[in-house]
């Protein structure tokens, strides 16, 4: 093992599921498509504060883990949320607000320009949102809410900590602690819906509700897109580690990078938490599989213990491994994100952002691992920084100054 990364133990499993060859078929779009990464990208382009965000290169980190190169997609600023999960949540709270209010006014078509204009704010200002989070989600859910004019309800789980807290209700939103996990605020930000007529925006299906997490899967598909346009082209890339969560991220990487080049695609490989491995478990098993017991991890982001089901019509067939890693590792790659290694750049990277590339760095020094995975000297590798300091205190304390003083 590298001097700068301990041996840590890990788990790491090829998903037997998976067929190299596979078209992106029918099933598969009709969780992501090319029409609704147009559609996606015409919305969110239009926000205020819209910029795509950067891809960095770390050369100084891809010889220390023996690939020919690593290149990160920071999502540490997008929209001053700290983390890529706008394009999720507001997006789907605004395709939700464009679809009611085309029903209530009998209407075959209500733009995206109508909804963000304010056009019809009496109808939006008497509707109200739900969703449930570990932090990041409901926060963009709760931004799309004040952006567009209506009423927010969020549910957060009993380990979420105080400052996640506060930055949702900074925008505005009624923030409901509920005991248990993540999995059981889920469910009862669903079940509130129903009894009170609100409409729901999980990151997550229960089968029943699929729009609105089919357009947040559909809406993070943009930073997909983003880094395929922002790569270079003279060496094709061959590996993502995605953190996976629900799968909702992991499934729109995944499934835009097939989408863009079929058989061509690089390797995704999912990584997850030891303690909340829903992915690991169901693509062992193949089939969907609830992980019980206590799920909490320092990688809060990640502390599900259930997948979505629309993740699965993309991940059980397109991912081609899983990685299950401690919660030890994830403040080891934040400092030494933060230190700026080498001549690489220094990057301010929060719990769940930096678990892909905690994946990668725990199978890069393990040679089974490099072998399974086919990483080798020329591997082209992308990961993504899918959140920022979302914690300030939390991070000033891992990472032993604020962030400030890095970004």
């Known amino acids: 093992m590298s001097h700068l990364f301990p041996k840590i133990p890990f788990q790491l499993a090829k998903n037997r599921w998976v067929t190299v060859e596979a078209e992106?078929?029918?099933?598969?779009?009709?969780?992501?498509?090319?029409?609704?990464?147009?559609?996606?990208?015409?919305?969110?382009?239009?926000?205020?504060?819209?910029?795509?965000?950067?891809?960095?290169?770390?050369?100084?980190?891809?010889?220390?883990?023996?690939?020919?190169?690593?290149?990160?997609?920071?999502?540490?600023?997008?929209?001053?949320?700290?983390?890529?999960?706008?394009?999720?949540?507001?997006?789907?709270?605004?395709?939700?607000?464009?679809?009611?209010?085309?029903?209530?006014l009998d209407r075959k078509i209500v733009t995206s320009d109508d909804i963000l204009s304010r056009k019809y704010d009496t109808i939006v200002s008497d509707l109200t949102v739900t969703a449930a989070t570990d932090g990041n989600h409901g926060r963009s859910v709760a931004w799309g809410a004040q952006l567009?004019?209506?009423?927010?309800?969020?549910?957060?789980?009993?380990?979420?900590?105080?400052?996640?807290?506060?930055?949702?209700?900074?925008?505005?939103?009624?923030?409901?602690?509920?005991?248990?996990?993540?999995?059981?605020?889920?469910?009862?930000?669903?079940?509130?819906?129903?009894?009170?007529?609100?409409?729901?925006?999980?990151?997550?299906?229960?089968?029943?509700?699929?729009?609105?997490?089919?357009?947040?899967?559909?809406?993070?598909?943009v930073m997909a897109a983003e880094a395929i346009e922002q790569l270079p082209d003279n060496k094709p890339l061959t590996h993502m580690f995605l953190q996976a969560g629900v799968g909702g991220m992991a499934a729109a990487m995944c499934g835009q990078f097939w989408l863009e080049f079929g058989a061509s695609k690089p390797r995704s490989i999912l990584v997850e938490p030891e303690q909340a491995a829903c992915w690991f478990a169901s693509l062992e098993k193949g089939e969907p599989t609830v992980i019980d017991g206590d799920?909490?991890?320092?990688?809060?982001?990640?502390?599900?213990?259930?997948?979505?089901?629309?993740?699965?019509?993309?991940l059980k067939p397109g991912t081609f491994a899983a990685i299950t890693i401690k919660d030890e590792v994830a403040p080891?790659?934040?400092?030494?994100?933060?230190?700026?290694?080498?001549?690489?750049?220094?990057?301010?990277?929060?719990?769940?952002?930096?678990?892909?590339?905690?994946?990668?760095?725990?199978?890069?020094?393990?040679?089974?691992?490099?072998?399974?995975?086919?990483?080798?000297?020329?591997?082209?590798?992308?990961?993504f920084g899918s959140e920022g300091a979302t914690d300030e205190t939390m991070y000033h304390h891992i990472v032993g100054r604020p962030w400030q003083e890095i970004a």
């Open 148 to 221: 567009f004019g209506c009423r927010c309800v969020i549910y957060i789980n009993k380990t979420v900590t105080p400052e996640r807290e506060k930055a949702i209700e900074a925008y505005g939103a009624e923030v409901r602690r509920y005991p248990g996990s993540y999995d059981d605020a889920v469910r009862e930000a669903f079940d509130i819906a129903k009894r009170e007529n609100w409409f729901v925006i999980p990151d997550t299906t229960d089968g029943n509700v699929i729009d609105a997490p089919r357009d947040v899967t559909q809406g993070y598909a």
């Open 332 to 383: 080891l790659v934040m400092r030494h994100l933060a230190s700026g290694f080498n001549d690489d750049p220094a990057i301010v990277a929060g719990e769940s952002g930096v678990s892909g590339l905690a994946g990668l760095i725990m199978a890069s020094f393990d040679e089974p691992s490099r072998q399974m995975l086919g990483l080798t000297q020329n591997s082209v590798v992308l990961v």
């Open 24 to 104: 992106f078929g029918d099933r598969q779009r009709a969780v992501i498509n090319k029409e609704g990464l147009a559609e996606a990208r015409k919305c969110i382009s239009a926000w205020p504060g819209y910029a795509a965000t950067p891809l960095l290169e770390l050369p100084a980190l891809a010889r220390e883990l023996g690939i020919g190169r690593l290149f990160y997609k920071q999502e540490s600023e997008r929209f001053g949320l700290r983390s890529f999960k706008p394009l999720g949540g507001a997006y789907a709270v605004q395709q939700c607000l464009m679809r009611e209010v085309a029903i209530r």
């Open 295 to 314: 799920i909490d991890s320092f990688m809060a982001g990640l502390a599900c213990g259930e997948i979505s089901s629309l993740a699965w019509e993309i």
